[in-house]
């Protein structure tokens, strides 16, 4: 059966075809996040011509790279497990899920995607790579871009959301 496209991103969840309602929900927003992440750690990190940083500077650089990786990982972790049952990979809310404003959302409105942003800069600066560093630019650029269709959502799913997202920085606790 072929798809029509403007099927696929139609707001009607009533399709009893799963696809439509996959890319609906955000699927397609999954795989462009999926594709910058498999990018940026497994694709070439430099173009060739780039100097080597000093010694020094590298190692210490390494070390602190490895530090924000881990804390990304274990930020976005927590973050994932504070969700709980509302816990989804598509960024639409879950049918039947709830607010959660508390712990780590209580700071920011995207706790995940700040770990994953904070994983992503300590893989630049362990593998000190200019195109990395063109890989996290697209990926920060593509959390905010995908935060605002999510964020539309949540409004519409929890009117509370307004409220919310009033007190609480979007991505990066503090700042933005």
Same mark, same amino acid.
């Given at each position: 059966?072929? +798809?029509? *496209?403007?099927?696929?991103? @139609? ?10 309602? +996959? ?9 462009? $996040?999926? *594709? ?14 780039? %100097?080597?940083?000093?010694?020094? +500077? ?8 490895? &530090? ?9 972790? @927590?973050?994932?497990? $504070? ?33 994953? *942003? ?6 630049? +600066? @362990?593998?000190?790579?200019? &195109? ?13 871009? %995908? ?7 949540? &409004? ?8 919310? $997202? %009033?007190?609480? %920085?979007? &991505? ?5």
């Amino acid at each position: 059966m072929l +798809l029509n *496209i403007n099927n696929l991103f @139609m707001s009607n969840f009533k399709n009893t075809d799963p696809a439509p309602a +996959l890319f609906q929900r955000g699927l397609i927003y999954v795989l462009i $996040q999926g *594709i910058l992440l498999g990018l940026l750690f497994f694709a070439p990190s430099q173009f060739g011509f780039e %100097k080597p940083w000093p010694v020094g +500077l590298s190692y210490l650089c390494f070390i602190l790279g490895a &530090i924000l990786f881990i804390s990304g990982i274990g930020f976005a972790v @927590m973050a994932a497990i $504070q969700l709980g049952k509302n816990l989804t990979p598509l960024p639409h809310p879950k049918d039947g899920g709830e607010l959660v404003i508390t712990g780590l959302y209580r700071w920011v409105r995207h706790p995940i995607y700040f770990g994953v *942003i904070l994983l992503s800069c300590g893989w630049f +600066l @362990m593998t000190q790579g200019l &195109i990395t560093l063109i890989y996290l630019a697209l990926l920060i650029l593509f959390f905010d871009l %995908k935060s605002r269709k999510e964020e539309l959502w949540l &409004i519409a799913y929890f009117p509370e959301y307004s409220q919310y $997202q %009033k007190t609480t %920085k979007k &991505i990066i606790p503090g700042i933005y």
